[in-house]
């Protein structure tokens, strides 16, 4: 896709994301909505994947590590046509398959259940490694948020895939910097993020504006040319990209907008269309 395509799924995706936390009334828009031109880069362009052969051996795998950014996975998802659009209005819902955090029992095209915090990496990591037992020439990439990397047991899993070269793997942190309770260096500092996976024997790629779609197109090409090391992308975004309201707010981690400020998020997301229809 050009990049003004990929634009235009983002935005997309986005609308998604505020419409599935509405309908569910709770979910996590904050970091789902910083994420979501990754999420659309990973499942329109970079990923080797096919919604009508997701069990397929040979396709990419991706983890979402920060499992309860789901809206956002699922906008992404539904819009590469693993499921109908429609299905996002039935978030948290009882019965559905859409679950508060994603679960590869209900949802064919997830690789892995995720939600506890620190978990999906080593997932990733495990999986990257049986890709080289096997060798096979799939991808795995994994979407961390800079909040999760406090968590010990992510350190343990780059520990393990540096050492074991693991080129087939990325590991994406979403350095949007904030948390649920609040600034990300006021809570736990995790930086230097970018010295740490150095430290790691991780090849480092920071994109100093994670929200747009050629910077991710560069570090996703490096990524891949990269051989004999795990990747890092650290990519700066902003937590609540697109909703006047959101952004850089860390108070829209885990709240879902009532009926006047789902209008209002909608008709940002509406201009932001009107735009890029206007390139």
Not at 97 to 122: F, K, N, R, T
Not at 131 to 137: A, F, H, S
Not at 147 to 170: C, P, T
Not at 205 to 221: E, K, P, S, T
């Amino acid at each position: 896709m050009t990049t003004l395509e990929l634009q235009k799924m983002a935005n997309e995706v986005r609308k998604g994301i505020v419409t599935a936390v509405h309908s569910a009334k709770a979910g996590h828009p904050g970091g789902s909505l910083s994420a979501a031109d990754v999420f659309t880069y990973l499942y329109f362009e970079e990923m080797n994947i096919d919604p009508k052969d997701p069990k397929n051996p040979d396709r990419d795998r991706f983890v979402l590590s920060k499992g309860h950014t789901a809206p956002g996975y699922y906008s992404a998802m539904a819009h590469r046509g693993f499921f109908p659009v429609e299905d996002l209005t039935t978030l948290r819902k009882l019965g559905s398959h859409l679950q508060g955090h994603p679960c590869m029992q209900h949802i064919a095209g997830i690789d892995m259940s995720s939600g506890s915090l620190g978990q999906g990496i080593s997932a990733a990591v495990g999986m990257a490694l049986a890709g080289k037992m096997d060798k096979k020439d799939y991808r795995v990439y994994t979407l961390l948020g800079d909040g999760e990397i406090q968590e010990g047991q992510v350190w343990e899993a780059s520990m393990f895939a540096g050492h074991r070269k693991l080129d087939n793997l990325v590991v994406i942190v979403d350095n949007n910097g904030l948390q649920i309770d609040g600034k990300i260096d006021d809570v736990c500092s995790p930086y230097p993020i970018d010295k740490k996976f150095e430290a790691f024997n991780f090849h480092v790629i920071n994109v100093a504006d994670g929200n747009d779609m050629d910077q991710l197109r560069a570090a996703f090409a490096e990524a891949r040319a990269t051989k004999g090391m795990p990747s890092a992308i650290i990519m700066k975004t902003v937590k609540g990209k697109g909703v006047s309201f959101m952004e850089n707010q860390a108070s829209w981690h885990g709240v879902a907008p009532n009926d006047e400020q789902y209008a209002v998020a909608m008709a940002d997301l509406e201009k932001v269309g009107e735009a890029l229809c206007q390139k």
